[in-house]
């Protein structure tokens, strides 16, 4: 028996969310009847992220115990003739059986993209158009939320819970229409980055106060923005600090590392 590990890119606008819910169609149901076709089992994957509906993937990192000896490129194979067109098996690897997408040490990378003009017929779904985005007001909001806090006021639920204190590292990057807001950590709460681009971009806008983001944080959820639409949210990266794992792709190019 093997642990494998795939990395999942999926267009999020036709799932209910990336976990299994009953009667819906989600990413880690898709996932786990494609592989149980192949293992003549049913299966249940491990992953590294819950999206939620509408949410996008570059790369969701999943698991799961096989008990076929298949070389790592056929998997790709494989799931591409399984798999619907919104979903891909980008990248594939074993790993050791102490693996765990989740559990192992690592950080995530979203990104958001909010864009300064309105959205062609092919972008609708992946970004957000945000009228009178003031960008300077935006790098100067983004430092209150920068650094370690607690950001159960910027969770979903907002009710009290254990460990909600988080490291968040944001950055902002401006490509043409495009500004793109990033955001790393070790963990992040239900709904935190959508609820803080809500917040951010509410600023960026006038409707809400200079320093709103810093007054959320001490506990004043009436200055919280409204989250924002999920479409312009992108897993982007999972990096794993202590192991190293030899993904393969199905096409590689000479300056592929492996990382």
Partial sequence: MHKVAFVVQYDGRGFHGFQYQPNMRTVQGVLEQAISRVENKDIRIEYASRTDTGVHAYYQVVSFYSNRNIEPRKWLQIMRGLLPEDVMVWKVAYVPDSFHPQRTPHEKEYIYRLSRCPLSVFDRG??????????????????????????????????????????????????????????????????????????????????????????????????????????????????????????????????????
Avoid at 156 to 174: C, D, F, M, Y
Avoid at 186 to 191: E, K, N, V
Avoid at 200 to 226: F, N
């Fill in 126 to 259: 992946y970004g957000w158009w945000v009228r009178h985005l003031n960008v300077d007001v935006l790098r100067r909001e983004i430092e209150y939320v920068q650094g370690t806090h607690d950001f159960v006021y910027f969770s979903k639920t907002g009710a009290p819970r254990q460990n909600t204190i988080r490291t968040l590292h944001v950055s902002l990057t401006e490509a043409g229409k495009y500004v793109i807001l990033s955001f790393r950590s070790s963990g992040f709460l239900y709904g935190m980055v959508r609820l803080i681009v809500g917040t951010l971009v509410e600023v960026a806008t006038g409707r809400l106060p200079q320093g709103a983001s810093g007054k959320v944080l001490e506990g004043d959820i009436s200055l919280r923005g409204k989250s924002a639409p999920a479409g312009g949210l992108f897993l982007k990266e999972i990096r794993y600090n202590k192991i190293d794992i030899k993904w393969q792709e199905e096409c590689e190019s000479d300056e592929d590392d492996n990382t």
